[in-house]
């Protein structure tokens, strides 16, 4: 008897053991989806659609897999990540639409002559074959440091407009030369607006209202025409 109880001390805790936690096949299938995903399209991935199917899989990890809590941590930071992107696309539609919307008074170009930009020869130097999409001109995210000496040196700084609410913001726009009119001529008569050092939309000049300013900076008085 005393034999058997020893044999059965001995392997009690032999019985008791468990097995470790197994890895989720789901969970190691879904984080290569993401880290493909994110490294194609950085933070733009938490707003495409196969991010759906990414969390469908995380979901599916057993609670009690090895991988659990890493599925838990994936899925946090892909719903904060479409958050944050999709606050920042509001606040850029937002931006894009209250500039072209200009209601009177909104957006002012001042009546004093800006400084004239420097000279730039009629015929630029060729710059060799032309990067991809210069061939439409600049657009909303071009850097505004591309302006400068890029699509063939046609673009030149404009008069500063004063946007309500914003403030006084760069502008850029076609040099009246043939040779940038016939390469860019959806840019003719159309203000670049600059905003943090990169092209926040393409406003056309017929939009923006221009205001008399007196030295001070305020609005001239209205002229009597019939004294």
Same mark, same amino acid.
């Given at each position: 008897?005393?034999?058997?109880?020893?044999?059965?001390?001995?392997?009690?805790?032999?019985?008791?053991?468990?097995?470790?936690?197994?890895?989720?096949?789901?969970?190691?299938?879904?984080?290569?989806?993401?880290?493909?995903?994110?490294?194609?399209?950085?933070?733009?991935?938490?707003?495409?659609?196969?991010?759906?199917?990414?969390?469908?899989?995380?979901?599916?990890?057993?609670?009690?897999?090895?991988?659990?809590?890493?599925?838990?941590?994936?899925?946090?930071?892909?719903?904060?990540?479409?958050?944050?992107?999709?606050?920042?696309?509001?606040?850029?539609?937002?931006?894009?639409?209250?500039?072209?919307?200009?209601?009177?008074?909104?957006?002012? %170009?001042?009546? @004093?002559?800006?400084?004239? +930009?420097?000279?730039?020869?009629?015929? $630029?130097? /060729? !710059? =060799?074959?032309?990067?991809?999409?210069?061939?439409?001109?600049?657009?909303?995210?071009?850097?505004?440091?591309?302006?400068?000496?890029?699509?063939?040196?046609?673009?030149?700084?404009?008069?500063?407009?004063?946007?309500?609410?914003?403030?006084?913001?760069?502008?850029?726009?076609?040099?009246?030369?043939?040779?940038?009119?016939?390469?860019?001529?959806?840019?003719?008569?159309?203000?670049?607006?600059?905003?943090?050092?990169?092209?926040?939309?393409?406003?056309?000049?017929? %939009?923006?209202? @221009?205001?008399?300013?007196? +030295?001070?900076?305020?609005?001239?008085? $209205?002229? /009597? !025409? =019939?004294?």
């Amino acid at each position: 008897m005393g034999v058997l109880s020893a044999v059965l001390l001995t392997l009690a805790p032999t019985a008791c053991r468990r097995e470790p936690p197994a890895p989720s096949a789901e969970y190691e299938e879904a984080a290569r989806r993401f880290r493909e995903l994110y490294a194609q399209k950085l933070d733009e991935a938490f707003l495409d659609p196969r991010v759906g199917e990414i969390e469908a899989q995380l979901q599916r990890v057993p609670a009690d897999s090895l991988d659990a809590e890493g599925a838990r941590e994936l899925l946090q930071r892909i719903k904060d990540g479409r958050q944050r992107m999709a606050a920042a696309a509001n606040e850029r539609e937002a931006a894009v639409a209250s500039a072209r919307e200009l209601p009177p008074g909104f957006a002012t %170009a001042p009546s @004093t002559e800006a400084p004239p +930009p420097p000279p730039v020869a009629e015929e $630029a130097p /060729d !710059a =060799g074959a032309p990067d991809a999409g210069e061939g439409a001109g600049p657009r909303a995210g071009t850097a505004a440091s591309e302006l400068v000496a890029g699509f063939r040196g046609c673009f030149q700084r404009g008069t500063p407009i004063d946007v309500q609410g914003r403030g006084m913001r760069e502008t850029w726009q076609l040099a009246d030369r043939t040779a940038c009119r016939l390469e860019y001529p959806q840019h003719q008569d159309t203000f670049l607006l600059i905003e943090e050092g990169k092209v926040l939309t393409l406003l056309p000049k017929s %939009a923006v209202q @221009t205001v008399p300013v007196t +030295p001070d900076g305020g609005p001239a008085p $209205a002229t /009597d !025409a =019939g004294r």
